[in-house]
Protein backbone atom coordinates (compact mmCIF):
# COMPACT_ATOMS: atom_id res chain seq x y z
CA UNK A 1 0.00 0.00 0.00
CA UNK A 2 2.84 2.44 1.11
CA UNK A 3 6.00 1.78 -0.14
CA UNK A 4 9.36 3.54 0.55
CA UNK A 5 12.49 2.65 -0.81
CA UNK A 6 15.55 4.13 0.33
CA UNK A 7 14.27 7.62 1.42
CA UNK A 8 16.71 10.22 1.75
CA UNK A 9 15.24 13.83 2.57
CA UNK A 10 16.89 17.17 3.53
CA UNK A 11 14.71 20.89 4.16
CA UNK A 12 16.52 23.60 2.19
CA UNK A 13 19.73 24.51 4.22
CA UNK A 14 19.38 21.71 6.53
CA UNK A 15 21.37 18.10 6.65
CA UNK A 16 19.47 15.08 6.09
CA UNK A 17 16.85 14.59 8.23
CA UNK A 18 16.39 11.38 6.55
CA UNK A 19 18.86 8.79 5.42
CA UNK A 20 17.98 5.71 3.64
CA UNK A 21 14.32 4.94 5.28
CA UNK A 22 12.57 1.51 3.83
CA UNK A 23 9.68 0.41 4.55
CA UNK A 24 6.33 -0.96 3.61
CA UNK A 25 3.55 -0.79 5.26
CA UNK A 26 0.94 -3.71 3.59
CA UNK A 27 -2.86 -2.78 2.96
CA UNK A 28 -5.41 -3.00 5.84
CA UNK A 29 -2.63 -3.32 8.53
CA UNK A 30 -2.64 -1.26 12.08
CA UNK A 31 1.34 0.12 12.53
CA UNK A 32 2.60 2.31 14.72
CA UNK A 33 5.43 4.79 13.84
CA UNK A 34 7.67 5.51 17.32
CA UNK A 35 10.55 7.99 18.15
CA UNK A 36 11.70 10.81 19.96
CA UNK A 37 11.09 13.97 19.49
CA UNK A 38 12.48 15.40 16.28
CA UNK A 39 13.65 11.91 15.41
CA UNK A 40 11.76 12.24 11.92
CA UNK A 41 8.73 10.94 11.74
CA UNK A 42 6.26 13.87 10.72
CA UNK A 43 8.90 14.40 7.95
CA UNK A 44 8.43 10.91 6.92
CA UNK A 45 4.96 10.64 6.99
CA UNK A 46 4.14 13.89 5.10
CA UNK A 47 6.18 11.95 2.30
CA UNK A 48 2.99 9.20 2.63
CA UNK A 49 0.57 11.56 1.19
CA UNK A 50 3.27 13.42 -1.29
CA UNK A 51 3.39 17.18 0.52
CA UNK A 52 6.91 16.14 0.66
CA UNK A 53 9.40 14.86 -2.11
CA UNK A 54 12.36 12.32 -1.63
CA UNK A 55 15.64 14.09 -2.16
CA UNK A 56 17.01 10.65 -2.97
CA UNK A 57 14.95 7.72 -3.58
CA UNK A 58 11.65 6.79 -4.02
CA UNK A 59 7.89 6.69 -2.36
CA UNK A 60 5.37 4.56 -3.83
CA UNK A 61 1.40 4.90 -2.70
CA UNK A 62 -0.74 2.50 -4.59
CA UNK A 63 2.18 1.63 -6.75
CA UNK A 64 2.12 5.43 -7.42
CA UNK A 65 5.61 7.02 -7.54
CA UNK A 66 4.55 10.47 -5.43
CA UNK A 67 7.13 12.80 -7.09
CA UNK A 68 4.79 11.74 -10.21
CA UNK A 69 1.76 12.36 -8.92
CA UNK A 70 -0.20 15.11 -7.22
CA UNK A 71 -1.06 16.15 -3.66
CA UNK A 72 -4.65 16.41 -4.32
CA UNK A 73 -4.64 12.73 -6.13
CA UNK A 74 -2.60 10.92 -3.27
CA UNK A 75 -4.88 12.64 -0.61
CA UNK A 76 -7.75 11.06 -1.83
CA UNK A 77 -6.28 8.34 -1.02
CA UNK A 78 -4.09 8.40 1.96
CA UNK A 79 -5.64 10.68 4.60
CA UNK A 80 -3.16 12.60 7.03
CA UNK A 81 -4.47 14.39 10.26
CA UNK A 82 -1.35 16.93 11.08
CA UNK A 83 0.50 16.85 14.58
CA UNK A 84 -1.09 20.25 15.04
CA UNK A 85 -4.31 20.86 13.97
CA UNK A 86 -3.94 24.57 13.41
CA UNK A 87 -1.86 23.86 10.48
CA UNK A 88 -4.97 22.16 8.58
CA UNK A 89 -7.99 23.83 10.00
CA UNK A 90 -9.28 27.33 8.27
CA UNK A 91 -12.99 27.14 8.19
CA UNK A 92 -15.45 29.25 10.06
CA UNK A 93 -17.24 26.26 11.29
CA UNK A 94 -16.67 22.90 12.75
CA UNK A 95 -19.72 22.02 10.22
CA UNK A 96 -18.11 23.91 6.98
CA UNK A 97 -14.41 22.29 7.72
CA UNK A 98 -15.68 18.37 8.04
CA UNK A 99 -17.79 19.35 4.43
CA UNK A 100 -14.68 20.92 2.54
CA UNK A 101 -12.99 17.86 1.74
CA UNK A 102 -16.00 16.21 0.83
CA UNK A 103 -17.59 18.99 -1.58
CA UNK A 104 -14.12 19.57 -3.13
CA UNK A 105 -13.69 15.63 -3.60
CA UNK A 106 -17.73 16.39 -5.47
CA UNK A 107 -19.60 14.59 -3.32
CA UNK A 108 -23.48 15.36 -3.89
CA UNK A 109 -24.74 17.42 -1.22
CA UNK A 110 -27.22 15.27 0.29
CA UNK A 111 -24.31 12.69 0.90
CA UNK A 112 -21.84 15.74 2.71
CA UNK A 113 -24.27 16.61 4.97
CA UNK A 114 -25.30 12.85 5.85
CA UNK A 115 -21.70 11.76 6.60
CA UNK A 116 -20.93 15.03 8.37
CA UNK A 117 -23.24 14.76 10.84
CA UNK A 118 -22.48 11.07 11.18
CA UNK A 119 -18.58 11.93 12.22
CA UNK A 120 -19.61 14.61 14.55
CA UNK A 121 -21.86 12.59 16.08
CA UNK A 122 -19.60 9.71 16.54
CA UNK A 123 -16.29 12.24 17.60
CA UNK A 124 -18.69 13.65 19.93
CA UNK A 125 -18.37 17.06 18.26
CA UNK A 126 -21.98 17.69 17.35
CA UNK A 127 -23.01 20.33 19.57
CA UNK A 128 -19.97 22.57 18.34
CA UNK A 129 -20.89 21.71 14.52
CA UNK A 130 -21.87 25.73 14.34
CA UNK A 131 -18.67 26.85 16.76
CA UNK A 132 -15.76 28.24 15.00
CA UNK A 133 -12.92 25.40 15.71
CA UNK A 134 -10.65 28.03 16.56
CA UNK A 135 -12.25 28.46 19.90
CA UNK A 136 -12.23 24.76 20.90
CA UNK A 137 -9.92 23.43 22.95
CA UNK A 138 -6.68 21.43 21.53
CA UNK A 139 -8.09 18.10 22.01
CA UNK A 140 -11.41 19.31 20.46
CA UNK A 141 -9.35 20.61 17.46
CA UNK A 142 -7.56 17.73 17.10
CA UNK A 143 -10.63 15.73 16.70
CA UNK A 144 -12.50 18.27 14.02
CA UNK A 145 -9.10 17.40 11.89
CA UNK A 146 -9.62 13.66 12.48
CA UNK A 147 -13.27 14.60 11.34
CA UNK A 148 -12.35 16.20 8.12
CA UNK A 149 -9.83 13.64 6.78
CA UNK A 150 -11.99 10.45 8.15
CA UNK A 151 -15.66 11.72 6.30
CA UNK A 152 -14.03 10.92 2.98
CA UNK A 153 -12.63 7.81 3.95
CA UNK A 154 -8.98 7.55 2.52
CA UNK A 155 -8.17 3.73 2.22
CA UNK A 156 -4.63 4.82 4.34
CA UNK A 157 -4.91 6.69 7.46
CA UNK A 158 -2.33 8.13 8.86
CA UNK A 159 -2.16 10.46 12.70
CA UNK A 160 0.46 11.89 13.76
CA UNK A 161 0.31 12.50 17.25
CA UNK A 162 -3.01 11.97 17.57
CA UNK A 163 -3.40 11.19 21.15
CA UNK A 164 -1.47 14.65 22.53
CA UNK A 165 -4.56 16.55 24.58
CA UNK A 166 -6.71 13.94 25.03
CA UNK A 167 -7.59 12.44 28.08
CA UNK A 168 -7.89 8.92 29.14
CA UNK A 169 -11.54 8.66 27.70
CA UNK A 170 -10.70 10.07 24.75
CA UNK A 171 -8.38 8.16 24.11
CA UNK A 172 -9.81 4.42 24.55
CA UNK A 173 -12.48 5.99 22.32
CA UNK A 174 -9.57 6.76 19.25
CA UNK A 175 -8.43 3.10 19.90
CA UNK A 176 -12.00 1.43 19.44
CA UNK A 177 -12.38 4.30 16.27
CA UNK A 178 -9.31 3.39 15.16
CA UNK A 179 -9.72 -0.77 15.78
CA UNK A 180 -13.29 -0.14 13.63
CA UNK A 181 -11.60 1.47 10.68
CA UNK A 182 -8.98 -1.49 10.63
CA UNK A 183 -11.52 -3.62 11.35
CA UNK A 184 -13.49 -2.83 7.99
CA UNK A 185 -10.15 -2.85 6.12
CA UNK A 186 -8.12 0.44 6.35
CA UNK A 187 -4.77 0.55 6.63
CA UNK A 188 -3.65 2.91 9.71
CA UNK A 189 -0.70 4.61 10.76
CA UNK A 190 -0.16 6.46 13.89
CA UNK A 191 2.60 8.42 14.17
CA UNK A 192 3.14 8.92 18.38
CA UNK A 193 5.90 8.92 21.47
CA UNK A 194 3.27 7.78 23.65
CA UNK A 195 4.35 4.12 24.05
CA UNK A 196 1.42 3.29 26.64
CA UNK A 197 -1.24 4.20 23.49
CA UNK A 198 0.84 1.74 20.83
CA UNK A 199 1.40 -0.87 23.76
CA UNK A 200 -2.01 -1.11 24.22
CA UNK A 201 -3.80 -0.91 20.96
CA UNK A 202 -1.50 -1.22 17.84
CA UNK A 203 0.09 -4.74 17.05
CA UNK A 204 2.81 -3.62 14.79
CA UNK A 205 5.83 -1.03 15.40
CA UNK A 206 8.71 1.12 13.41
CA UNK A 207 10.84 2.78 15.64
CA UNK A 208 12.90 5.96 14.01
CA UNK A 209 15.72 7.74 15.56
CA UNK A 210 17.36 10.39 14.47
CA UNK A 211 16.20 10.17 10.53
CA UNK A 212 16.65 6.04 10.61
CA UNK A 213 14.58 2.94 11.68
CA UNK A 214 15.78 1.34 14.21
CA UNK A 215 13.29 -1.49 15.17
CA UNK A 216 10.74 -2.91 13.10
CA UNK A 217 7.94 -5.99 14.21
CA UNK A 218 5.75 -6.74 16.63
CA UNK A 219 5.15 -4.11 19.52
CA UNK A 220 5.21 -5.74 22.30
CA UNK A 221 8.64 -7.50 21.52
CA UNK A 222 10.25 -4.37 20.52
CA UNK A 223 8.65 -2.77 23.47
CA UNK A 224 10.51 -5.04 26.03
CA UNK A 225 13.98 -4.56 24.09
CA UNK A 226 15.35 -2.21 26.93
CA UNK A 227 18.68 -1.95 25.07
CA UNK A 228 16.55 -0.93 21.96
CA UNK A 229 14.82 1.69 23.76
CA UNK A 230 17.54 3.06 25.59
CA UNK A 231 19.46 3.72 22.31
CA UNK A 232 16.59 5.36 20.98
CA UNK A 233 15.43 7.87 23.71
CA UNK A 234 11.75 6.06 24.29
CA UNK A 235 10.75 5.31 27.72
CA UNK A 236 9.36 1.68 28.46
CA UNK A 237 5.65 1.43 29.49
CA UNK A 238 5.46 1.77 32.67
CA UNK A 239 4.30 -1.68 33.19
CA UNK A 240 7.36 -2.91 31.88
CA UNK A 241 9.51 -0.58 33.81
CA UNK A 242 8.15 -2.06 37.05
CA UNK A 243 8.76 -5.70 35.48
CA UNK A 244 12.13 -4.94 34.50
CA UNK A 245 12.93 -3.37 38.04
CA UNK A 246 11.49 -6.20 40.01
CA UNK A 247 13.37 -8.90 38.00
CA UNK A 248 16.40 -6.48 38.29
CA UNK A 249 15.75 -6.71 42.37
CA UNK A 250 15.71 -10.70 41.64
CA UNK A 251 12.40 -11.25 40.97
CA UNK A 252 13.89 -13.73 38.34
CA UNK A 253 12.72 -14.77 35.39
CA UNK A 254 10.95 -11.55 34.46
CA UNK A 255 7.83 -11.96 36.85
CA UNK A 256 4.06 -11.69 35.89
CA UNK A 257 1.65 -9.52 36.86
CA UNK A 258 0.52 -11.31 39.37
CA UNK A 259 3.51 -11.91 40.70
CA UNK A 260 3.89 -8.20 40.83
CA UNK A 261 1.10 -7.83 42.67
CA UNK A 262 2.36 -10.73 45.37
CA UNK A 263 5.80 -8.72 46.12
CA UNK A 264 4.07 -5.32 46.28
CA UNK A 265 1.68 -7.06 48.65
CA UNK A 266 4.44 -8.82 50.53
CA UNK A 267 6.46 -5.46 50.76
CA UNK A 268 3.83 -3.57 52.48
CA UNK A 269 3.28 -6.70 55.26
CA UNK A 270 6.59 -6.41 55.94
CA UNK A 271 7.19 -2.72 56.24
CA UNK A 272 6.94 -1.54 59.98
N1 LIG B 1 10.48 22.99 7.80
C1 LIG B 1 11.65 22.56 8.34
N2 LIG B 1 12.84 23.13 7.97
C2 LIG B 1 14.01 22.69 8.48
N3 LIG B 1 14.12 21.70 9.38
C3 LIG B 1 12.98 21.10 9.80
C4 LIG B 1 11.69 21.49 9.30
N4 LIG B 1 10.75 20.71 9.89
C5 LIG B 1 11.40 19.87 10.71
N5 LIG B 1 12.75 20.10 10.66
C6 LIG B 1 13.79 19.36 11.40
O1 LIG B 1 13.76 18.00 10.98
C7 LIG B 1 13.99 17.13 12.07
C8 LIG B 1 12.84 16.13 12.17
O2 LIG B 1 11.64 16.81 12.50
P1 LIG B 1 10.23 16.12 12.55
O3 LIG B 1 10.03 15.33 11.31
O4 LIG B 1 9.23 17.15 12.88
O5 LIG B 1 10.43 15.10 13.79
P2 LIG B 1 9.36 14.41 14.74
O6 LIG B 1 8.02 14.49 14.09
O7 LIG B 1 9.84 12.99 14.90
O8 LIG B 1 9.39 15.12 16.06
C9 LIG B 1 14.13 18.00 13.30
O9 LIG B 1 15.50 18.17 13.56
C10 LIG B 1 13.48 19.30 12.88
O10 LIG B 1 14.08 20.38 13.55
MG1 LIG C 1 6.28 15.28 14.70
Known sequence: MIEVQDLWFRYPESDYVLKGISLEVPRQSYV?????????????????????????????????????????????????????????????????????????????????????????????????????????????????????VLCYEPDVLVLDEPTTGQDHKQKEKLAELLQRLVDKGKTVVVVTHDVEFVADHIPISIILSRGQIRGQGKTLELLSNEDLLAETFLFPPQLTAILWKLSKLGLHPAPSVEEVVEAMLQARRQSP
Open 32 to 148: AILGENGAGKTTLVKHFNGLLKPTRGKVLVCGLDTREHSVASLARRVGLVFQNPDHQLFANTVYEEVAFALKNFGFPEEEVKRRVEAILAELELDRYRDRSPFLLSMGERKRVALAS
